[in-house]
């Protein structure tokens, strides 16, 4: 026998390499570790696969060679034969199998190339060893002298042999660990390139959402997939009309949250009554007359972004609070005692031409403005006036499935035209020709209309009147961004009036 302290030794150099996630010479060591401990001239241990159909040899030593590598081999676990194999009968019976190396009835030819002295051997051992839930995991084989089988049956192996089989599975648990981190890892990895993928595809698409030949709107596109990489907020400016909601919708569908939630927030009908309740949400029973619980805007964006149009409608008092919410990060649903931190990204639209300090508090201006984006007005990029046309069209002629062209001379008719209300106005214009066109789906610079044709070239009062009026009504609904309080107010008509009238001109 070794003595206890190199025993304890090897057990110590077999815990360190363990520690050092080693699992190649953790195998190795444990063989050194029973060979010596039994006497033994050469020890394999041949180690269950993933199916536990077949043993695979793990690793060896021979006559105290630790360079030394036994055969490779795989050997079926046929453990419906009644044992034709030695390893099999230890399968089946969770024992020691110990043989005299002349002794018949088992086949030994597949183990033939693993022991160069499998002849001259006294004794071939065969020791299981199972994990900590008692199930087979390797078996060791192990030959030398006649004295072996006494040495396997001292309380000091049956030990050791526990204490081997714990660390050979803690180095297996590691690898395993490994082997599941790096998959993920690879998973992670080309989640990643499929994402970046499918971004570079939506980059692509871009000008198909946001169209246009000028060099602005190729300046803005650029913008727009640059933005799309930073969580910083976004202030829009541009003029009624310009498409500030299709340009946040793209700075989202481009960035990583794609995939989550895109929330418009109108400020227009923002009030100090209703801004808590409807950006932070409320508890059941937190408000009067409301019998249920809301989550809030804030909330139902998540991880996506959230977009304030025209926050320059906010009262400043309602400014204030949106700054400290912001500077923050951090709000509080009605009746709630617990806070909810931010983790969307936040866009803002204002329009252009005035003074934006001026309709929006200082300190919220240059807390919202870190990222601004500038979208150009129509009349600025004629250029672009023939592909807006031509997009909204194609719009027009799938919902009204029929076939409709623009006459040649319709587009530089449309060319000259300034549209005070922008794309918004050019969309509301085709639409409206749509209405008039005859069965050969052209539409002409007659139907298209302008600031004469409109009116004066109707035959009588009554119609030049109507035609006049509805000009009107278009395009104060264009500068007010479709909201038909606002365009009733620029008009000086009631609400229900500008309905009907709407109703009657198809608007």
């Known amino acids: 026998m070794i003595e206890v302290d190199d025993i304890r030794d090897q057990m110590l150099t077999l815990c360190n390499l363990v520690s050092q996630d080693r699992t190649d010479a953790v195998l190795v060591q444990s063989c050194v570790l029973m060979a010596n401990f039994l006497h033994a001239r050469t020890a394999v241990l041949m180690m269950l696969d993933n199916t536990r159909q077949n043993f695979v040899t793990g690793a060896g030593i021979s006559e105290g060679d630790t360079t030394w590598a036994p055969l490779t081999i795989s050997v079926a676990l046929q453990t419906n034969d009644s044992g034709q194999t030695p390893l099999a009968q230890v399968a089946l019976t969770g024992r020691n199998l110990c043989l005299k190396s002349q002794e018949t009835g088992y086949n030994l030819t597949a183990l033939a190339g693993v022991f160069p002295d499998m002849k001259s051997a006294g004794h071939i051992c065969f020791v299981p060893m199972h994990n900590l839930r008692g199930d087979l995991t390797a078996v060791y084989i192990i030959s030398g002298e006649n004295t072996l089988p006494e040495r396997l049956k001292s309380t000091d192996m049956r030990l050791i042999l ?29 989640a990643d390139k499929q994402r970046s993928d499918l971004r570079e595809r939506a980059r692509s698409n871009l000008k198909a959402r946001l169209p246009g030949r000028s060099n602005t709107m190729k300046s803005l596109r650029d913008q727009v997939s640059r933005l799309a990489d930073f969580q910083s907020p976004i202030l829009i400016v541009g003029e009624s009309g310009t498409n500030k909601e299709q340009v946040a919708r793209e700075i ?137 046309a031509h997009e909204y069209l194609i719009a027009a002629a799938q ?49 298209l209309g302008s600031q004469q044709d409109d009116f004066t070239s109707k035959a009588d009062l009554r119609s030049s009147v109507e035609s006049y009026e509805a000009m009107l009504i278009q395009r104060a609904l264009c500068r007010a961004e479709n909201n038909r309080a606002q365009a009733a107010k620029r008009l000086g008509i009631p609400k229900r009036t500008l309905a009907d009238k709407c109703l009657r001109y198809g608007l």
Request: aromatic fraction near 6%; glycine fraction near 6%.
């Open 162 to 190: 526990r204490a081997v089989s714990a660390r050979v599975e803690q180095s297996n648990q590691q690898r395993a660990e490994r082997f599941h981190i790096s998959a993920l890892e690879r998973s992670l990895k080309l």
């Open 399 to 447: 919902e009204h499935k029929r076939r409709l062209t623009f006459r040649q001379d319709s587009i530089p008719y449309l060319s000259a035209m300034e549209f005070p209300g922008n794309d918004r106005e050019l969309q509301a214009l085709i639409s409206r020709s749509c209405h008039q066109v005859k069965s050969d789906g052209v539409i002409t610079p007659m139907m």
């Open 252 to 388: 989202h569908r481009l960035s990583r949250t794609e995939n989550a939630p895109f929330v418009y927030v109108n400020c227009a009908i923002l009030t100090q009554d209703n801004f808590a309740a409807e950006l932070f949400g409320h508890k059941r029973g937190a408000i009067l007359g409301m019998a249920s619980a809301r989550r809030g805007l804030l909330r139902e964006a998540g991880d996506g972004m959230i977009y304030f149009d025209r926050v320059d409608l906010l009262s400043v008092e309602l400014q204030t609070v949106l700054l400290r919410i912001l500077e923050t990060g951090y709000f509080r649903p009605l009746g709630s005692e617990r806070e909810h931190s931010l983790s969307q990204r936040f866009a803002f639209s204002v329009p252009e031409g005035n003074n934006l300090e001026n309709v929006v508090s200082p300190s919220l201006y240059h807390k919202i403005a870190q990222a601004t984006v500038l979208i150009p007005p129509l009349r600025t990029r004629q250029i672009d006036i023939e592909v807006l």
